[in-house]
Nanobody
Framework: QAQLVESGGGLVQAGGSLRLSCAAS????????MGWYRQAPGKQRELVAS???????NYTDSVKGRFTISSDNAKSTVYLQMNSLKPEDTAVYYC??????????????WGQGTQVTVSA
């Protein structure tokens, strides 16, 4: 079993910045991908950004140019730097990880969620 622990959410004014962190620990042989989803009230959960083994990244269109995902492989940690925040970025942000636990076992994990609130 592995665990994901998130940190870094909070309240910020429009135009401000926040940095989210998510650390994976436990039974991990390797990390295939990590990233962030978000869910706003009354909306479906959407994929915000991902980073894959090897460093490839992708972003949903609404955050391109404003958000940057990065990772520290030595710490099994993924970061989401969020700049130029808008009220529509308000949501609970969930970290996810696609982990290889053994040679044959792959599993998806989710963080507990962290609230990001952007005031107008």
């Amino acid at each position: 079993q592995a665990q994901l622990v998130e940190s870094g959410g909070g309240l910020v004014q429009a135009g401000g910045s926040l940095r989210l962190s998510c650390a994976a620990s436990g039974r991990i042989l390797s990390i295939n991908a990590m990233g962030w989803y978000r869910q706003a009230p009354g909306k479906q959960r959407e994929l915000v950004a991902s980073i894959f083994r090897g460093g490839t990244t992708n972003y949903t269109d609404s955050v391109k140019g404003r958000f940057t995902i990065s990772s520290d492989n030595a710490k099994s940690t993924v970061y989401l730097q969020m700049n130029s925040l808008k009220p529509e970025d308000t949501a609970v942000y969930y970290c996810y990880a696609h982990l290889r636990e053994t040679i044959l076992v792959f599993r998806n994990y989710w963080g507990q969620g962290t609230q990001v609130t952007v005031s107008a």
